[in-house]
């Protein structure tokens, strides 16, 4: 049995990532393609910027390179950011806007922005969520929606080095754990744990259509989650996951 917290609303109105580092948490918007490090607070609980609007004291704010982004990590000192496509349907379009139909991932300076690194979704085709595997260093875990799989790819060489079959469309958050991998899929508002062997389920989280939709998710700590809510804005701990 677990609960949902809502902790406090985002920044942005379209909160489409987020990731936990330390006592901050980072969170991506869909429209604009910035980054922003927030504080964590508890609900009830006096902090700055919090007060009616259920907002939190943001800390540092960066643009990035990113266009229409769906999936956010952290890992070897950098933030990665996933790329689903141009963000022409929220803003004019830019130069470093990923092609349609072509996602792409990138690393991203925590500090300025800087794009430090850019590599194309393996296979082509879009991608709503990544994840740092810090259980294995220097590899990334990406959502190949094209293929509907979940596949792993080597940073140094970007050779994909394993893909698992994932069970619903529409994957989005992405958490590695020791046993296997947390993945969301929104649209049947579940929660998978998946080996990361072969894919079969160890695990599963049912969102009731009472609580916000999960979209970003992230490890919380204490082998806990939490999901933000790119159409309400809320970030939701997953109490007792």
């Known amino acids: 049995m677990v609960d949902f917290v809502k902790l406090f609303r985002a920044p942005y109105g ?10 901050g948490l980072w969170i ?13 607070a508890e609900p009830e609980k006096t ?17 990035t390179d990113g266009s229409n982004i769906s999936g956010m990590a952290h ?3 950098a933030l990665w950011v996933a790329s689903n496509g141009p963000g022409g349907l929220w803003r004019p379009l830019r130069p470093t806007d990923a092609a349609a139909g ?21 296979g082509g085709g879009g991608v709503h969520g990544i994840e740092y595997d810090h259980e ?32 619903y469309v529409r994957a989005h958050g992405v958490v590695r754990t020791q046993q296997g991998v947390w993945v969301v899929h929104t649209a049947d508002r579940v929660i ?3 080996d990361v062997a072969d894919g079969h389920e160890l695990g599963r ?7 916000p939709e999960p979209h970003g998710l992230c490890a919380w700590g204490n082998g806990e989650l939490a999901y933000c809510d790119a159409t309400s804005g809320w970030v939701v701990h997953i109490h007792g996951s």
Do not use: C
Request: proline share 9%.
């Open 14 to 23: 379209v909160p489409n990532a987020l990731e936990r580092v330390g006592d």
């Open 28 to 40: 991506a918007d869909q429209i604009s393609d910035r980054l922003a490090l927030v504080d964590i």
């Open 47 to 63: 902090a700055p910027g919090h007060g009616a609007y259920g907002v939190t004291f943001r800390r540092r704010e960066i643009p």
């Open 75 to 77: 890992g070897e000192d």
């Open 102 to 122: 072509a996602g792409a991932i990138l690393q991203v300076h925590p500090q300025s922005g800087q794009t430090l690194m850019r590599r194309p979704v393996p």
């Open 136 to 167: 294995e260093p220097g590899h990334l875990w990406i959502t190949t929606l094209k293929q509907q799989t979940l596949t792993k790819v080597r940073i140094t060489d970007w050779e994909v080095v394993h893909t698992i079959p994932l069970p």
């Open 192 to 194: 998978v744990h998946l």
């Open 205 to 211: 989280i049912e969102v009731p259509a009472t609580e």
